[in-house]
Nanobody, 117 residues
Framework: VQLQASGGGSVQAGGSLKLSCKAS???????????KAWYRQAPGKQRESVAE???????NYQDSVKGRFTISRDNSKRTVYLQMNSLEPDDTAVYYC?????????WGQGTQVTVSS
């Protein structure tokens, strides 16, 4: 199983980006039954959870991104998305996708998001 993240880039404050994370080599039932999440890690800081999407479809967000970020998935494409609007300089980080199924965790390689003021 490999997770390939894409969509990062450099934007000005107030801009938007949409991250994608495609799971290759994962059967559909595993993908649909998994918990999906996005994490981020800023320079000098610990990795933190940004958004979570449970197998049942519930979502949870870090307080700082509520109302601005939206996590979603397309099961048929085995892809998780993170729509990020109203980006702020504090959102600058490497973003990682994560898929958890049972006791197994899968991580993407990370995609850089840089927000300038």
């Amino acid at each position: 199983v490999q997770l390939q993240a894409s969509g990062g880039g450099s934007v000005q404050a107030g801009g938007s980006l949409k991250l994608s994370c495609k799971a290759s080599g994962m059967i559909l039932s595993t993908f649909t039954g998994s918990r999906k999440a996005w994490y981020r890690q800023a320079p000098g800081k610990q990795r933190e959870s940004v958004a979570e999407l449970t197998s049942g479809g519930s979502t949870n967000y870090q307080d700082s991104v509520k109302g601005r970020f939206t996590i979603s998935r397309d099961n048929s494409k085995r892809t998780v998305y993170l729509q990020m609007n109203s980006l702020e300089p504090d959102d600058t980080a490497v973003y990682y996708c994560n898929v958890k199924f049972g006791s197994r965790y899968y991580w993407g390689q990370g995609t850089q998001v840089t927000v300038s003021s």
